[in-house]
């Protein structure tokens, strides 16, 4: 049964404790009911931002280079049912105020007709091509993959016939809770193959890239100079933030975009 809206105004109310209930899932049995209930078979990648990757790549020249946002591109061409999403319920649930509430997440697969349709709408390809690069434009950071939380809030099925594209804001991000989750459901949203971040010498530890700039909390200063975890999920927003271009993105295989395919394409099924 689709999500009545009088649920989903009860997730924006519960939206603030986030962190909190995130922190449960360290608990050993809340763990394993967490994961087999919202995260059972996921596999979600946080793709790096088209407008970073050329600053510094190990591939032979930029014009070669295969951008992630063609991972998106390739799914909505797949797949025959597509949705987007009226509002971002992130944004809405925290009242986001730098970034565009109308630009929702975009769900492809059979299962998107069970959705309650005045959360959104069945678009074309066409429509959804435009939908994500117009999300790209505003700044807005690409997560696929497979995401059972979302068909299970949604209230639809089957799982495996939906995927998700977030189009997510550090604000406001529901997965800005990936630092509190259990380690075992946290890996399971990763960075692209092979995208690396790192800090240079140009680093003046003006500290701008740690203030609401990364997703999952992956940027400290250290003895004056930023640090970046192995946390990282590749985003690329420390790079665009930098105000002395001390962040640097290297790629070490030049078939990122293939493998993120390749990883992902098994978990959801188009057929």
């Not at 689709?2 to 997730?11: D, E, N, Q």
């Not at 069970?114 to 959804?128: D, F, Q």
């Not at 960075?191 to 400290?220: L, S």
């Amino acid at each position: 049964m689709a999500t009545p809206l009088w649920f989903i105004s009860f997730i924006k109310y519960l939206f603030p404790q986030k962190a909190n209930i995130a922190k449960l899932s360290r608990i050993p049995v809340i763990r394993e009911l967490v994961d087999y209930i919202l995260f059972h078979n996921d596999g979600v990648v946080y793709l790096t931002r088209d407008a970073v990757i050329p600053i510094r790549e190990e591939i032979n020249s930029v014009q070669n280079t295969v951008l992630p946002s063609q991972v998106v591109s390739h799914f909505i061409e797949k797949a025959n049912h597509h949705w987007i999403m009226n509002n971002c319920l992130c944004r809405d649930a925290s009242q986001c105020d730098s970034y565009p509430h109308d630009l929702g997440c975009l769900f492809l697969g059979e299962t998107v007709t069970k959705i309650n349709p005045e959360l959104g709408r069945i678009v074309s390809k066409a429509e959804a091509l435009a939908h994500a690069e117009k999300c790209r434009e505003a700044g807005l950071i690409h997560m696929i993959g497979r995401n059972k939380l979302d068909s299970v809030w949604m209230g639809v099925g089957p799982g495996h016939k939906l995927m998700t594209i977030c189009n997510c804001c550090s604000c406001c991000c529901l997965y800005s809770v990936l630092p509190q989750l259990d380690d075992s459901i946290s890996k399971k949203i990763t960075r692209m193959p092979g995208v690396y971040i790192q800090v240079t010498e140009a680093c003046v530890g003006c500290g701008t890239c740690t203030k609401n700039v990364c997703f999952v909390d992956a940027i400290k200063l250290v003895d004056g100079k930023a640090i970046i975890s192995e946390d990282c999920r590749g985003c690329g927003n420390c790079i665009e933030i930098c105000p002395h271009g001390a962040i640097e993105i290297t790629i070490h295989e030049e078939a990122y975009v293939d493998k993120v395919i390749e990883k992902i394409s098994p978990l959801v099924d188009f057929s």
